[in-house]
C-alpha cells in the first residue's frame, strides 16, 4: 500500500449476528469476522465470494446500516464505525450505496423524481439551479430521459430502475459508492450496459468503488483491486491481474476455474469443491476454508492463516500453503510464475486510474 | 464526459416500457392511486356499491334539507292517523303520500325521517370511530414496525391485553356508569355525550386489528431496500414514517377503514338494541329495531324498513371494501 492516503481504511471489521431460538441465546453467527482493507480515491475495490460469505453485510457495515460489533471504518481519516446520525450527516454525502434488487429499492409510490431528490431533500441540500434541475442533470447522467421525471418506477424496466437507483446514489457527489450486487438481477444484455455506465461515471467522476457482487467475470471487467472472501474472512486481496492469473489461495482457485469459459479449460481442469461451506455459527478452527481445501494440512486445523504476502506474490494470500504460482489453466497466457512480464500495466500500484488497462475489455 | 447525454441503450429500453408506446409525446406518469382508480372505475360491483355509498353519505348530510322538504320533524307524532290500538291507519304501515314510510305503532311517529336521522348518526358514529381506530391503529403499528425492540414488544403486549378485554361486558358495564358518573341519576343525558362514549367504548377495542395489519405491513416494508437507502442518505424518523413507509400503507389502511365502517354500523345498532348506546331520543337503527320487535306481527313494515337499510348500507359498505382491496391491490387473493 503506498502513494495516496486511502479514502476508506477498514481494520478489524466485525459484525456477529446474536442468533437466538425462543429465549435462549444459541450463539453468534458470524457473519464478518476480521476485515482489513483500504480503498483508494477513485479505486475499484471488488468485494467477491460464495453466497453467504458476508459480502452484502461488509457493504452494509461500511455505509452505516448495520452497526459493526468490533472494528475500525475510518472515511477520509475520519474514525465513523460508531458515528451517530447527526456526525453521519456530512459523511452521508460522501458515502452512497447502490442495492441489488432494483425493484425493491425504489419507493413505488414515489415519482422517479421524487425518488432522485430524496437525499437532496433529507440532507436539506438546495443546489444552484434549483433541485429539479439536478434531478434532470443527474437522469441525463445516468443516460435516462429527464422527461420522465414524473414517472413511477412500475413504468420503468430492471436495468433503468437501477439507473435510477445509481443516479439516487449519485445526486449527493458522493466519493465513494458501495454497490451491493448492483448488475445481478439484472438481464445479462442490460449487466453490461449498467456496469459500463458505472465505469464511465468512476472514470468522470473519479469515484471509488466497493464492488461487491458473485460474479467474477463482472469483476474482472470493473474492478481494479479484488478481495476473495469466504465465510466472513478475506482470504487474498490484491490488484486484479494478480488474483485472477496468479491466484495464490485455493479457493481462489476453485473460485476461478469455476467460471464457465467454454474451451478454455486447460489440463488441469476445474477444482471442484466438495462439501458444503461450513455455518457461520460455528466456523472450522484454524484456517475456515480446511475442510474444503484439497492442500489442507494439520497445521491448518490449528492456526490460522494470516493475510501476508508471500514470496514473490504481489497480492496477499491468508494460507499456510498457497499455490507456488502456476497459473490457473483457464488463463494459460499468464505464463511462469513470476508472470509480470507479460502483465504490462501494473494494476493498481500507484493511486491513478487504470484506463489503459480497462481499456482492454470491449464497450 | 464520455457518458452520452442520453444513452442509446436506455432510450430503446424506454420504448419497450409499459406506459411509453401508449403516451406518445407528453410523458404523463401514471400514478400507483390512478392506476387504482382506472381499475376501480372498470369494477361494476364497486361502482354500484360506491353510487350508493354516496347516496347514503349525501342523505345523511342532507338532513336538514330533507326534513325541511319533508315537512316533518323527527319527534313529531300523528296520534290521530292511529288506531285505538295504537296501530297505524291504512296499509303497510300507514304509508301514505305525507308519511313515506308509515307510521311508528304507539307514538305516531313519521319513520321515514326517523330513519334518515337514524342513517346519519350511524354513519357519523360509524366513521368516527373508523378515524379514530385508523389513527391509532396506523400510529401505533407504523411506531412498533419500524422501531421494533421493546417498543415493539409494549404495544404488542397492549394489543393482546385489550383483545383478551369482553367488549360486549365491558361496554354493557362502562356506559352506564360514565353516564351516572357526569350526569348524575335524574338528569338527562345529552345525545352528544352518549355518542361520544359509543365512539369512545369503540375505538378503544377497535384499534388492535388496524395496528397488527399496519405493524405487520411495516415490518415487511422495513427491510425493503428503498427504506434502507433513505436510511443510508441520512433520513430521520419522521421522513421515514410520513414519506417512505406511510405512501405505501394506504391501500391496506383504506381497505381495512371501509370494511371497518360498516362493523361499526351494526356495533352501534347492536348496543342501542341492547340498550347501552344511544336513548329513543336520538333517532338510531338499533332503537327503531328494537322498538319494532313488539310488533313484529302485527306491523311488520315497522321492522322492514330500517332492517332493509341497515342491511344495504352494510353490504354496500362491504363489497366497495372489496372492491377497493381489488383495486389497490390486483396481485392479492381473496
Not at chain 1, 443516460?143 to 418506477?153: D, K, S, T, V
Not at chain 1, 484439497?294 to 493475510?307: I, K, W
Not at chain 1, 489453466?329 to 486510474?353: W, Y
Not at chain 2, 306491523?299 to 372492491?323: E, K, Q, R
Amino acid at each position: 500500500m503506498n502513494a495516496a492516503e486511502p479514502l476508506l481504511r477498514v481494520r478489524g471489521l466485525t459484525k456477529h449476528f446474536p442468533v437466538r431460538s425462543g429465549l435462549r441465546s444459541r450463539g453468534l453467527l458470524r457473519a464478518v469476522d476480521g476485515l482489513d482493507f483500504d480503498v483508494r480515491p477513485g479505486e475499484t475495490l471488488g468485494l467477491v465470494g460464495e453466497s453467504g460469505c458476508g459480502k452484502s453485510t461488509t457493504g452494509r457495515l461500511l455505509v452505516r446500516l448495520l452497526e459493526p460489533t468490533a472494528g475500525t471504518i475510518e472515511f477520509a481519516g475520519r474514525d465513523i464505525t460508531h458515528a451517530r446520525r447527526r456526525e453521519l450527516r456530512p459523511l452521508r454525502q460522501d458515502l452512497q450505496i447502490i442495492f441489488q434488487d432494483p425493484y425493491a429499492s425504489l419507493n413505488p409510490r414515489h415519482t422517479v423524481g421524487r425518488i432522485v431528490a430524496m437525499p437532496l431533500q433529507v440532507n436539506g441540500i438546495d443546489p444552484p439551479g434549483g433541485v429539479k434541475a439536478r434531478v434532470r442533470e443527474l437522469l441525463e447522467l445516468v443516460g435516462l430521459n429527464p422527461e420522465h421525471y414524473n414517472r413511477y418506477p412500475h413504468e420503468f424496466s430492471g436495468g433503468q430502475r437501477q439507473r435510477i437507483g445509481i443516479a439516487r446514489a449519485l445526486a449527493l457527489r458522493p466519493r465513494l459508492i458501495v454497490a451491493d450486487e448492483p448488475v445481478s438481477a439484472l438481464d445479462v444484455s442490460i449487466q453490461a450496459q449498467v456496469v459500463n455506465l458505472l465505469r464511465d461515471l468512476q472514470r468522470d467522476l473519479g469515484l471509488a468503488f466497493v464492488f461487491i457482487a458473485h460474479d467474477l467475470a463482472v469483476v474482472r471487467h470493473f474492478c481494479q483491486r479484488v478481495a476473495v472472501m469466504y465465510l466472513g474472512r478475506i482470504v487474498e486481496i490484491g490488484d486484479r491481474d494478480d488474483i485472477y492469473q496468479r491466484p495464490r489461495h485455493p479457493y481462489t482457485r476453485a473460485l476461478l476455474s469455476a467460471i464457465p469459459d467454454v474451451g478454455a479449460l486447460g489440463p488441469a481442469g476445474r477444482i471442484r469443491l466438495t462439501g458444503e461451506v461450513p455455518t457461520p455459527l460455528d466456523p472450522p478452527s484454524g484456517c475456515r476454508f480446511r475442510t474444503r481445501c484439497p492442500r489442507a494440512q494439520e497445521v491448518c486445523a490449528r492456526e490460522e492463516p494470516t493475510l501476508v504476502t508471500r514470496d514473490d506474490a504481489r497480492q496477499a494470500a491468508a494460507c499456510h500453503f498457497p499455490e507456488a504460482g502456476p497459473p490457473t489453466p483457464s488463463h494459460p497466457d499468464a505464463a511462469g510464475p513470476g508472470g509480470a512480464v507479460v502483465d504490462a500495466t501494473p494494476a493498481g500500484d500507484g493511486a491513478g486510474r487504470l484506463d489503459g488497462n480497462a481499456g482492454e475489455v470491449a464497450r | 464526459m464520455s457518458v452520452s447525454p442520453v444513452d442509446p441503450a436506455a432510450l430503446a429500453e424506454t420504448g419497450t416500457g409499459p406506459g411509453g408506446d401508449r403516451s406518445g409525446a407528453g410523458f404523463v406518469g401514471r400514478s400507483p392511486g390512478q392506476l387504482a382508480w382506472a381499475r376501480l372505475r372498470r369494477d361494476r360491483t364497486g361502482l354500484v356499491s360506491g353510487a350508493m355509498l354516496v347516496f347514503f353519505v349525501l342523505v345523511a348530510l342532507a338532513v336538514p334539507l330533507i326534513e325541511w322538504a319533508y315537512g316533518v320533524g323527527p319527534r313529531e307524532q300523528f296520534q290521530s292517523r292511529l288506531d285505538g290500538f295504537g296501530m297505524p291507519l291504512g296499509y303497510a304501515g300507514g304509508v301514505t303520500g305525507e308519511h313515506w314510510f308509515g307510521l311508528e305503532p304507539g307514538l305516531g311517529r313519521d319513520i321515514f325521517i326517523r330513519l334518515v336521522h337514524g342513517l346519519r348518526t350511524s354513519l357519523f358514529i360509524a366513521v368516527a370511530a373508523a378515524v379514530t381506530t385508523a389513527v391509532i391503529g396506523v400510529v401505533l403499528g407504523t411506531v412498533a414496525g419500524y422501531l421494533g425492540g421493546w417498543v415493539d414488544a409494549v404495544v404488542n403486549w397492549v394489543t393482546d391485553l385489550t383483545l383478551a378485554m369482553p367488549f360486549l361486558i365491558i361496554a354493557l358495564a362502562l356506559t352506564p356508569t360514565l353516564a351516572l358518573r357526569f350526569y348524575g341519576q335524574r338528569d338527562e343525558v345529552p345525545a352528544a355525550f352518549q355518542i361520544g362514549v359509543l365512539i369512545a367504548v369503540f375505538a378503544l377495542f377497535g384499534w388492535t386489528s388496524t395496528a397488527r395489519l399496519v405493524r405487520g405491513q411495516v415490518i415487511a416494508l422495513r427491510e425493503r431496500e428503498f427504506v434502507e437507502a433513505a436510511r443510508a442518505s441520512g433520513a430521520g424518523l419522521g421522513h421515514m414514517l410520513f414519506r417512505q413507509l406511510l405512501p405505501n400503507l394506504w391501500a391496506p389502511i383504506l381497505v381495512s377503514f371501509s370494511l371497518a365502517v360498516p362493523a361499526y354500523v351494526t356495533g352501534e345498532a347492536a348496543l342501542s338494541f341492547i340498550g347501552v348506546g344511544l336513548t329513543d331520543a336520538t333517532p338510531s337503527f338499533g332503537r327503531m329495531i328494537y322498538r319494532s320487535l313488539d310488533y313484529l306481527q302485527t306491523d311488520p313494515a315497522y321492522v322492514f324498513f330500517p332492517g332493509v337499510t341497515i342491511f344495504a348500507l352494510v353490504f354496500a359498505f362491504n363489497l366497495f371494501g372489496d372492491a377497493l382491496r381489488d383495486a389497490l391491490d390486483p396481485k392479492s387473493s381473496r
